[in-house]
């Protein structure tokens, strides 16, 4: 059964939404919090709630007497941000192919992280993702998401939409922190041929798994990033 989303989250979403798509540019100023209540048939305290969110998540600066003012989304890879990266970077700047559609399956024996009894009995959805920055691609994921109360998930399209923005909105799913593991390696044919490097070049190697809102539910990610011209940044 899915949570009633609360008003200040709506409101969070749809402004969000207009400041990746370039509704709003780097600084421009959102609407006043009147006129925001207004529009939005929101209370003060509603409003203020969301524009605190989108403070915290790095989308505006407040500046007293002048209000919300937009920021530029980060140039850096955003890939260890719990707000995900399509947020970290903005979404005008990212792209999403889909290597392997989403679909259920056993979870691979064996797995890098321990799975909780509800995770191992429901098995996982799967999925592969290249993502690309400014049309290089910069790094290739393997998604394992638990197979518990994901409604038509499987049906959705994915493609040049973020994974986290999904679960937030469908499923009232919010990625609370979590932990990873990091090392460089050299890339394989595979790798090398994915991300546009030569076979041996390095890229760096990540694991990871993400704590959600919801207990005994976690999202995990195997991911290969090409960090020649990009830095990666976040904070858990």
């Known amino acids: 059964m899915e949570t009633k989303v609360p008003q200040y989250k709506k409101l969070y ?4 939404r207009h400041i990746l798509s370039g509704v709003y540019e780097e600084g421009s100023l959102l609407p006043s919090e009147n006129e925001l209540c207004a529009v939005h048939n929101l209370t003060r305290p509603t409003v203020r709630h969301a524009l605190e969110a989108l403070v915290q998540d ?3 600066s407040k500046k007293q007497g002048k209000g919300s003012i937009v920021r530029k989304p980060p140039q850096d890879i955003g890939i260890l941000s719990i707000s995900g990266t399509s947020s970290a970077i903005g979404q005008q700047y990212l792209q999403t192919q889909i290597l392997q559609k989403a679909q259920i399956m056993p979870w691979p024996d064996p797995f890098h992280f321990e799975l909780s009894n509800a995770e191992k009995d429901f098995g996982c959805i799967y999925m592969e993702r290249l993502r690309f920055v400014n049309g290089l691609p910069v790094f290739y994921d393997i998604n394992h998401i638990p197979n518990i109360n994901l409604p038509r998930f499987t049906s959705r399209t994915f493609e040049n ?5 999904i679960l937030r909105r469908s499923y009232q799913i919010e990625i609370k922190g979590g932990e990873q593991k990091l090392k460089a390696v050299k890339a394989d044919a595979k790798i090398g041929k994915l991300l546009k490097i030569k076979k041996g070049d390095p890229v760096l190697y990540m694991e990871r798994k993400l704590n959600t809102n919801r207990e005994g539910f976690h999202i995990y990610s195997t ?7 990009h830095a990666i940044f976040g904070s858990f």
């Open 13 to 16: 979403e749809t402004l969000r």
């Open 223 to 229: 991911i290969y990033f090409n960090s020649e011209k």
């Open 58 to 60: 790095g989308f505006i």
């Open 161 to 165: 939409k973020s994974l986290f923005e």
